[in-house]
């Protein structure tokens, strides 16, 4: 099995709003890009899981694992 690695662009840090838009609407994060055989998706520091709506609109089928931790966790 080939694995393929693909590049993830970071936002810098703006408001929810701000994010939202460029998450979800300039894919910022290049999800467009992938596969659409992709099965499994993991986001690690998933924050508030943006990342994770715009990849399940790109990927239906797809098992998305979010983790995030918070300081108060610790």
Excluded at 22 to 46: H, P, R
Aim: aromatic letters at 10%.
């Amino acid at each position: 099995m080939q694995k393929k690695q693909y590049q993830v662009n970071v936002p810098s840090q703006k408001s929810i709003e701000g994010e939202f838009i460029e998450v979800l609407l300039n894919d910022c994060y290049g999800v467009e890009q992938f596969s659409q055989l992709l099965k499994t998706i993991i986001d690690i520091g998933a924050n508030v899981g943006l990342f994770p709506i715009a990849a399940t609109n790109r990927f239906p089928p797809t098992v998305i694992h979010i983790v995030s931790v918070w300081i108060g966790m610790i």
